[in-house]
C-alpha cells in the first residue's frame, strides 16, 4: 500500500507540473491575486461582476474586488449602502496586480486544486511510511522530509504571486518542485522489488549522474530563456512578443542549445552501454523516447515560432527526464547492493 501510495504522489507532482507549465504557458499566474483563496473566495468568481463593487451588496470579511483599478479587502462583514465607502475597505498590499481575467483565474486556481491534492497523497504516503520505522527508517524520515518540503513549496507559491512572478522565485519554484520529484522517486526505488537481470556497472552510474547534473543546469536555464520570452510577451503581446524574441534570443538561449548537444550525448552513451551490455535497465529506451521528444519540442519552438502547446510541452518533458534519469541511476545504485547481498547469499 505504502509503494501505491508513493506512486500516486509521484503522478500527483507531475500533474502539477503540467498545470503549472499551461499557466505559464496562457500566463495566468496572476489569475488569483491571494493565497491560499481566490479573491478572497473559497471558488473562485466566474465573472468580473462578482468582484466590481455594487451598492446595496453584502460582503465578506476578506473578499477582494477591484475598485478604481486597484484592489480592496473588506475589512469586515457588511452591507453596503449606495455610496462607496473607503473605512469598510483596506487596500490590498501584497503586490499591484489588478487585472481579472477570468479564464487565467480558473487556470491558476485548478493548478492550487492539484497542489492541495499532491499534499494530501503525500500526507497519506507519509503515515503509511510510520509502519516502515521498524524495517527501514530512511523510508519513514525521507518521507517525513517530502511533506515538510511539500509545505515549504506551498508557501513559495504564495511568495511567486506576491511577488508579481519574480524570475528568480519562479526559478527556485521549479527547482524544489524537481527535488520533491527526485525524493519520490528515491522512496520508488528503495521500495522496488528485487530483479536479477539487473546488473551494476560503475560506468553506467557515472554517466547517469553527469547526465541529471547536466540536465538541472538545463532546466534551470530553460527557465531563464523562457522568462525572456515571458517579458517580451507582457511588453509587446503574445505574438509580437514571441517573433522579437525570435528574432534576437540572446546568449543564453544559444548556450541553452548548445549545451542541449552535451545532455543528448550523455544520455545516449548511458543507452548503448545498458543495451550493448545487457545491463538490464529497461527504463533507458523510455529515457531515449522523451529526450527525443524534447528535442523536437525545442525544435517546434525555436523554428516554427511556438506552435501551441510547446512551451508548456517542453518543460514537462524536461521534468520527466530528470525524473526517469533520477529512477535509473538509483536502480544501478540499488543493483550494486543487491548483487554484493546475492553474492553474501550463495556462499
Request: glycine share 6%; aromatic share 12%.
Amino acid at each position: 500500500m505504502y509503494r501505491n501510495w508513493v506512486k500516486i504522489s509521484l503522478t500527483i507532482i507531475y500533474l502539477v507540473i503540467i498545470a503549472g507549465g499551461i499557466v505559464r504557458m496562457t500566463g495566468s499566474g496572476m489569475g488569483c491575486p491571494d493565497w491560499p483563496k481566490c479573491f478572497g473566495y473559497y471558488i473562485p468568481p466566474t465573472s468580473e461582476d462578482e468582484i466590481t463593487w455594487k451598492g446595496n451588496q453584502d460582503y465578506f470579511k476578506g473578499q477582494i474586488i477591484v475598485y478604481e483599478e486597484s484592489l480592496k479587502v473588506a475589512e469586515t462583514n457588511f452591507t453596503a449602502g449606495t455610496e462607496f465607502d473607503h473605512n469598510n475597505w483596506k487596500k490590498y498590499d501584497k503586490h499591484s496586480y489588478s487585472t481579472f481575467n477570468a479564464t487565467h483565474t480558473w487556470i491558476e486556481y485548478i493548478n492550487r486544486l492539484l497542489g492541495a491534492l499532491s499534499g494530501l497523497a503525500i500526507l497519506i504516503m507519509t503515515i503509511y511510511s510510520l509502519g516502515k520505522w521498524k524495517y527501514d527508517k530512511k523510508i519513514t524520515l525521507v518521507s517525513v522530509f517530502t511533506l515538510l518540503l511539500l509545505l515549504f513549496q506551498a508557501w513559495l507559491g504564495a511568495t511567486v504571486v506576491y511577488s508579481e512572478l519574480l524570475p528568480a522565485r519562479i526559478t527556485i519554484h521549479m527547482v524544489v518542485a524537481l527535488l520533491i520529484v527526485a525524493l519520490l522517486i528515491y522512496l520508488l526505488s528503495l521500495t522496488a522489488p528485487f530483479k536479477k537481470e539487473r546488473k551494476y556497472n560503475q560506468t553506467l552510474s557515472t554517466l547517469l549522474l553527469v547526465g541529471l547534473i547536466l540536465s538541472l543546469i538545463q532546466i534551470v536555464m530553460g527557465t531563464q530563456v523562457r522568462q525572456s520570452v515571458d517579458d517580451l510577451v507582457r511588453e509587446l503581446g503574445s505574438k509580437e512578443g514571441k517573433l522579437s524574441w525570435i528574432d534576437d534570443p540572446g546568449v543564453l538561449f544559444y548556450v541553452h542549445r548548445s549545451f542541449s548537444v552535451l545532455v543528448v550525448l550523455v544520455n545516449v552513451m548511458a543507452w548503448w552501454l545498458n543495451k550493448s551490455k545487457k545491463l538490464g535497465f529497461k527504463w533507458t529506451n523510455a529515457l531515449m523516447v522523451i529526450i527525443g521528444l524534447e528535442v523536437l519540442s525545442g525544435i517546434l519552438m525555436y523554428y516554427f515560432k511556438f506552435p501551441f502547446g510547446t512551451q508548456a510541452s517542453h518543460l514537462i518533458l524536461a521534468a520527466l527526464m530528470f525524473g526517469t534519469q533520477m529512477y535509473i541511476w538509483l536502480l544501478v545504485i540499488k543493483s550494486k547492493r543487491e548483487s554484493a547481498q546475492l553474492k553474501t547469499t550463495n556462499k
